[in-house]
T-cell receptor, first 112, second 111 residues
Framework: DTGVSQDPRHKITKRGQNVTFRCDPI?????LYWYRQTLGQGPEFLTY????????KSRLLSDRFSAERPKGSFSTLEIQRTEQGDSAMYLC??????????FGPGTRLTVT | DAKTTQPNSMESNEEEPVHLPCNHS???????IHWYRQLPSQGPEYVIH???SNVNNRMASLAIAEDRKSSTLILHRATLRDAAVYYC????????????FGTGTRLLVSP
């Protein structure tokens, strides 16, 4: 399977703990995006990488959130000091220069 | 970001054609019209996109109005697996090309 993969698929954590999610994009795609989706809503953009450079960050991405894409390959999204409001599906996506964007299956985070 | 307007929900019977409308009256000249769908508990899936001309692929057809202020996603024969939320999104092909999702149209397909 050469699609976008995400790990883990589910994460349950206690409030205040740190969590890290990983995304492996489609190998030839140089654009990588993170989105967040809560129940009943469409996905919301969080951040964008072009190769290893993080070029855009949403206002939704508070200081507790950090994303990296070392060497322009896989990416990680870390949430520090998690809050119950962080409970959501975190989606990673990648795209080539033109054409469609391809999403991974998502990581569902539950903060208790 | 330019906005789109879609009906909240639509219903169809299996093996019938489905026409999902989208209005985008503020579309700019560099905006492409993209359609994605999201099945339950899955990430969004790319369906089709176009600029001015109608487009066909193995999943669907996209009909774009001459003034580009509206478009229609056409599923030629709906199946139960097509039950999903369908998002119509305008994406500028310059810059970062992020997708701005609305609430989409929930398509219900009955056997």
């Amino acid at each position: 399977d050469t699609g976008v993969s995400q790990d883990p698929r589910h994460k349950i954590t206690k409030r205040g703990q740190n969590v890290t999610f990983r995304c492996d994009p489609i190998s030839e795609h140089n654009r990588l995006y993170w989105y967040r989706q809560t129940l009943g809503q469409g996905p919301e953009f969080l951040t964008y990488f072009q190769n290893e450079a993080q070029l855009e960050k949403s206002r939704l991405l508070s200081d507790r959130f950090s994303a990296e894409r070392p060497k322009g390959s896989f990416s990680t999204l870390e949430i520090q000091r998690t809050e119950q409001g962080d409970s959501a599906m975190y989606l990673c996506a990648s795209s080539p220069w033109t054409g469609g964007t391809f999403f991974g299956p998502g990581t569902r985070l539950t903060v208790t | 970001d330019a906005k789109t307007t879609q009906p909240n929900s639509m219903e169809s019977n299996e093996e019938e054609p489905v026409h999902l409308p989208c209005n985008h009256s503020t579309i700019s000249g560099t905006d492409y019209i993209h359609w994605y769908r999201q099945l339950p508990s899955q990430g969004p899936e790319y369906v089709i996109h176009g600029l001015t001309s109608n487009v066909n692929n193995r999943m669907a057809s996209l009909a774009i109005a001459e003034d580009r202020k509206s478009s229609t996603l056409i599923l030629h024969r709906a199946t139960l697996r097509d039950a999903a939320v369908y998002y119509c999104i305008l994406r500028d092909n310059t810059g970062f090309q992020k997708l701005v999702f609305g609430t989409g149209t929930r398509l219900l397909v009955s056997p």
